[in-house]
């Protein structure tokens, strides 16, 4: 897990970069992939998840994030795409074939 510690880092300058969160979002699993996102910042942020704190709403609409990467009509998986973009400075990109990877702010600067 990644906590960011900007005194930290600046005393290291050479050294490598936060490691990225990466996690895999189950399609035939009971949660929806906005749900999943959520769970995954929550854990990189050191937050609980159900203190209602980590919301995507400011930045993406959970439910349009959810229906992007639905199976198609005929039921068949998305087999390519992904969607990046940014919440509490960590850069997230979610990948049709459900991972989820997680940047820290130092990482993609």
Do not use: W
Request: glycine residues 6%.
């Amino acid at each position: 897990m990644y906590r960011h510690n900007p005194a930290h880092a600046q005393s290291r300058p050479y050294s490598s970069p936060p490691p990225v969160y990466r996690v895999y979002h189950d399609p035939a699993g009971p949660a929806k992939l906005s749900t999943t996102v959520v769970h995954a910042l929550s854990d990189c942020l050191d937050v609980d998840v159900t203190d209602g704190s980590v919301t995507l709403y400011d930045v993406v609409d959970p439910d349009a994030l959810d229906a992007i990467f639905r199976p198609k009509h005929d039921g068949t998986p998305r087999a390519s795409g992904s969607l990046s973009f940014v919440v509490y400075g960590h850069r997230v990109t979610v990948h049709a074939d459900g991972q989820i990877l997680i940047e820290p702010p130092e990482r993609y600067r």
